[in-house]
């Protein structure tokens, strides 16, 4: 008849096996403190499971960049610390009306907040217009969906490029005005032109060729 196994005691276990290991400490303060705890307490049994973690989607990651990239190039920093109103006002000086102004003229380092929606939102048009062009080049797609993609990207472009530099003339006047003084300069100036081997030159300012 074979034997009995003897089982012991979970506590007896616990209490055998840390007297087994302070058995190498004479303090008995240390010996009852490794035993007198776990006579009476029990481990708890956990079943922990680590979370899994899974990467986005690519139009997940694109779409928080594209938002990144319109809060920056849109002054949401500057909107923060500043605190600058949505729109400014301005008074006529001839009928002194007060009418909205939208952007901050003259002053590159500030803007009003709907400026900055503005500009940041025609940036992004143009960065979707370069995306939809690249895409129009993908040989896998149909030729409608390319031309498609190619109509939608260059008018996005477009636009946002006229767009922006149509914001650049509202906010830096000075631009403007130095463009048009230049050009009415250019248009007093009389014009010479010359006859070389056969080849008119034409100048803005007087010449002489020695011939």
């Known amino acids: 008849m074979p034997p009995k196994s003897e089982s012991l005691h979970p506590g007896t276990a616990t209490a055998t096996a840390h007297s087994d290991h302070?058995?190498?400490?004479?303090?008995?303060?240390?010996?009852?403190?490794?035993?007198?705890?776990?006579?009476?307490?029990?481990?708890?049994?956990?079943?922990?499971?680590?979370?899994?973690?899974?990467?986005?989607?690519?139009?997940?990651?694109?779409?928080?960049?594209?938002?990144?990239?319109?809060?920056?190039?849109?002054g949401f920093v500057y909107d923060v610390i500043v605190e600058p109103p949505g729109i400014g006002s301005t008074q006529d000086p001839r009928t002194g009306a007060v009418r909205p102004v939208v952007f901050l003229p003259g002053r590159v380092n500030g803007q009003y907040i709907i400026e900055g929606l503005s500009s940041g939102f025609?940036?992004?048009?143009?960065?979707?217009?370069?995306?939809?062009?690249?895409?129009?080049?993908?040989?896998?797609?149909?030729?409608?969906?390319?031309?498609?993609?190619a109509t939608a990207g260059i008018?996005?472009?477009?636009?946002?490029?006229?767009?922006?530099?149509?914001?650049?003339?509202?906010?830096?006047?000075?631009?403007?005005r130095r463009e048009e003084t230049t050009g009415r300069e250019h248009s007093h100036i009389p014009r010479r032109s010359k006859a070389v081997d056969g080849a008119v030159l034409r100048h803005d300012v007087p010449f002489s060729l020695i011939s």
Request: hydrophobic fraction near 55%; proline fraction near 8%; avoid cysteine.
């Open 22 to 74: 302070s058995s190498g400490s004479i303090d008995p303060i240390v010996h009852l403190l490794q035993i007198l705890p776990y006579s009476f307490l029990r481990p708890p049994r956990l079943r922990l499971k680590l979370p899994t973690l899974t990467l986005p989607s690519p139009m997940t990651v694109f779409a928080l960049v594209l938002l990144t990239y319109f809060m920056v190039v849109s």
């Open 122 to 149: 025609m940036f992004v048009l143009g960065g979707v217009g370069i995306v939809l062009m690249d895409l129009a080049l993908d040989r896998n797609r149909a030729k409608s969906v390319k031309v498609s993609y």
């Open 155 to 176: 008018s996005s472009v477009v636009l946002a490029y006229v767009m922006s530099m149509l914001f650049i003339r509202i906010k830096i006047p000075v631009m403007t």
